[in-house]
């Protein structure tokens, strides 16, 4: 099997995915991204953009379609190649933050590095840079139950980006913060990113917190739209009424999506 000849450090086509129980999630999406591209995927709740991340990630396997991710065909791979795929090329922040609640912070943050085989003390000290740069370093060796929900998001934020993957997959990341801090951690992580030159592909509800990609893939029912109209319930079968689909992965590079109910 020879990889798509392009650019793209991550690219999927034609993606179809359904749940165990059949509930479709992703229907025949495509899309690349450049590296260091921070790339933000939107659409209204059900729309499919954790699927896509998952899918994206190796975490899913999608029914039909291509994943590759820098030569490799992640879609062919089984479990356990997936799995290593993971742990050394992506990070992966979800929209709740899980920690381990025996371990301190700076352990919980230091752990994906460690598992990398990195010794304890310089894991320690590249997950104390990130913390601070988190603004959570004050918490260092606090454990997970001790702090405020917002600040356990915050450390699995820094817990991601501590062994600076090569792509950052972002489900929501700030959905339990409020609006001031959300807007901050958003700049920080990506800010992050471009200076690690780290790919982020950061799932969001709204056009509001994709402001700071560069550029925006909006999903409509498990498929890539143009311009996103609320439409009436979609049929099962057809796109859904008032969604202009959009064309293949060379279509890209338009304007952010407008959103209107
Ligand atoms: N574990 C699951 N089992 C069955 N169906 C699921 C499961 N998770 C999601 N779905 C369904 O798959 C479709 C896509 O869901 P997905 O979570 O990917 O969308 P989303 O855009 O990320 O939504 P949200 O913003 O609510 O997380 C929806 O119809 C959803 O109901």
């Given amino acids: 099997m020879v990889a798509p000849p392009d650019n ?20 025949g999406v495509s899309l ?42 992640v879609h062919t791979l089984g479990t356990l190649a997936r799995a290593r795929l993971r742990r050394h090329r992506f990070g992966w922040i979800d929209p709740v933050p899980v920690l381990v609640p025996e371990l301190t912070v700076w352990e919980n943050a230091a752990l994906p590095l460690m598992l990398r085989g990195t010794g304890r003390r310089r894991a320690r000290r590249a997950a104390l840079e990130w913390l601070e740069r988190l603004d959570v370093d004050g918490r260092a060796r606090s454990r997970p139950h001790e702090l405020r929900h917002s600040e356990r998001q915050r450390v699995c934020i ?22 001031a801090e959300s807007a901050q951690v958003l700049r920080t992580l990506t800010a992050a990113a471009r200076s690690h030159g780290v790919t982020v592909v950061l799932a969001c509800a709204g056009p509001r917190r994709a402001g700071l990609a560069d550029r925006t893939v909006t999903l409509l029912d498990g498929r890539r739209v143009r311009t996103l109209h609320l439409p009436p319930v979609a049929g099962p079968a057809g796109p859904a009424e008032g969604a202009e689909p959009a064309g293949s992965a060379g279509t890209e590079g338009r304007p952010a999506c407008s959103l209107s109910a």
């Fill in 158 to 179: 820094a817990r991601a980006l501590t062994v600076v993957p090569s792509v950052l997959f972002a489900d929501e990341p700030t959905a339990p913060l409020h609006r």
């Fill in 8 to 27: 793209d450090v991550l690219r999927a086509s034609a993606l179809h995915f359904q749940h165990h129980d059949g509930s479709p999630a992703l229907q």
């Fill in 32 to 73: 690349g991204v450049r590296e260091g591209e921070v790339l933000a995927v939107t659409g209204p709740r059900g729309s499919g953009k954790t699927s896509l991340l998952r899918c994206l990630a190796g975490l899913d396997r999608p029914q039909r379609g291509e994943v590759w991710f820098d030569g490799v065909a």
